[in-house]
């Protein structure tokens, strides 16, 4: 197992443009998690998964935000209708119940 | 609202120096700390867990925690310039909603100089 995947690395879209991430987590990993960093900040948790079961979005997630994980296996993250204000590092993780997370590579995401 | 506070950066030590990093939390009922390193441009990467009271070693890391004061710390010894990174201090509540969710200081960042 390599660890937590995610794709694509980069994405630079324009303005009003719908994008979507993907992460696989790690394969005995039931937990997944979504955060975003932005420059000089820790990463901010944005909504969680156990198995297939969406357990806790956060507040300051707009309904523009929507994320899935089919069968408890990979998840997707997708935001309609970019704005500048979503450039951000999209980072996923995933752990075994409530045991240390593990973070993929991040989606550095760069709206013009 | 969950906090968690650390030192404010940059901290600069020389090469073989011992370099320490803390991190204050404003929910007593914490129950997992943790240490992450972050490069510049990567993503975090778990290095220290610690989850009772008293220290931890790990090799050159050592992780303290504090329940009653709220505070845990990382001792990186024996400071190397690959040592120079963001360090991130984050916590989880083990229990309703937020089970698992980790909650994010802004980060230390450390140079270690030649």
């Known amino acids: 197992d390599t660890g937590v995947s995610q794709n694509p690395r980069h994405k630079i879209t324009k303005r009003g443009q719908n994008v979507t991430f993907r992460c696989d987590p790690i394969?005995?990993?039931?937990?997944l998690y979504w955060y975003r960093q932005t420059l000089g900040q820790g990463p901010e948790f944005l909504t969680y998964?156990?198995?297939?079961?969406?357990?806790?979005k956060s507040r300051l997630l707009s309904d523009r935000f929507s994320a899935e994980r089919p069968k408890g296996s990979f998840s997707t993250l997708e935001i309609q209708r970019t704005e500048q204000g979503d450039s951000a590092m999209y980072l996923c993780?995933?752990?075994?119940?409530?045991?240390?997370?593990?973070f993929g590579q991040g989606t550095r995401l760069t709206v013009v | 609202q969950k906090e968690v506070e650390q030192n404010s950066g940059p901290l600069s030590v020389p090469e073989g120096a011992i370099a320490s990093l803390n991190c204050t939390y404003s929910d007593r009922g914490s129950q997992s700390f943790f240490w992450y390193r972050q490069y510049s441009g990567k993503s975090p990467e778990l290095i220290m867990s610690i989850y009772s009271n008293g220290d931890k070693e790990d090799g050159r890391f050592t992780a303290q925690l504090n329940k009653a004061s709220q505070y845990v710390s990382l001792l990186i010894r024996d400071s190397q310039p690959s040592d120079s990174a963001t360090y991130l201090c984050a916590v989880t509540t083990d229990r309703g909603s937020t089970l698992g969710r980790l909650y994010f200081g802004r980060g230390t960042q450390l140079t270690v100089w030649p």
């Open positions: 993780a995933s752990s075994f119940r409530v045991a240390e997370a593990f």
């Open positions: 998964f156990q198995n297939e079961a969406q357990l806790e």
């Open positions: 394969s005995e990993h039931n937990r």
